[in-house]
């Protein structure tokens, strides 16, 4: 019995043109994916800050007992109340995660707050409170600006304003 001889290997075009579309495609989204990398790690620094804050504004609201969010120029800490015995109050630093103190020097990003129009200088530490979370889920309304060392790199500013929202926003 005689079989018909069967092309010899190889693959046809539109097999050939089937798989380049498949390798652009990954190719592309794995640029898109990848983009600028102090942009992404900015940009993940300053959602992990409404986030973080958001968790300490929800807390305070369920507890009803006022919480704090210092900064410094290097990074921030939030901060609950500790009364002394002579009825003295101070702000100490949370240190159990995920609200332990946060430092961005080493993301080399520096820290600018604004109240009121007005930019606040900032310490060494965050041991002193800036923006209150009080009991009723509002806070004091603040501006942070995310200050890269790269001058290539955006800005990021965080907002927050007195009705506890929190939002960022790119400003170059």
């Known amino acids: 019995m005689h079989r018909p001889s069967s092309s010899s290997g190889g693959f046809t075009l539109f097999e050939l043109l089937v798989v380049m579309l ?24 300053a959602r992990r800050l409404v986030e973080l804050a958001g968790l300490a504004r929800d807390e305070s609201l369920l507890t009803g007992q006022t919480r704090a969010l210092g900064f410094a120029r290097d990074g921030y800490a939030f901060l609950e109340p500790v009364y002394l015995e002579d009825a003295q109050m ?13 430092s961005v020097a080493r ?3 520096e820290l600018r707050l604004f109240q009121e129009g007005r930019r606040v200088a900032l310490d060494e530490d965050a041991d002193a409170a800036h923006v209150e979370f009080n009991g009723a889920g509002e806070l004091t309304p603040f501006e942070l600006e995310l200050r890269p060392g790269d001058p290539g790199t955006p800005v990021l ?6 009705n506890g929202r929190l939002t960022w926003e790119t400003l170059r």
């Open 157 to 162: 500013r965080v907002t927050g304003l007195r």
């Open 22 to 45: 498949i390798l652009g495609l990954v190719a592309g989204f794995a640029v898109l994916s990848l983009g600028s990398g102090a942009s992404r790690q900015l940009e993940h620094e």
């Open 107 to 109: 993301l080399g990003l």
């Open 90 to 102: 101070t702000w100490v630093a949370r240190e159990q995660a995920p609200l332990q103190p946060r």
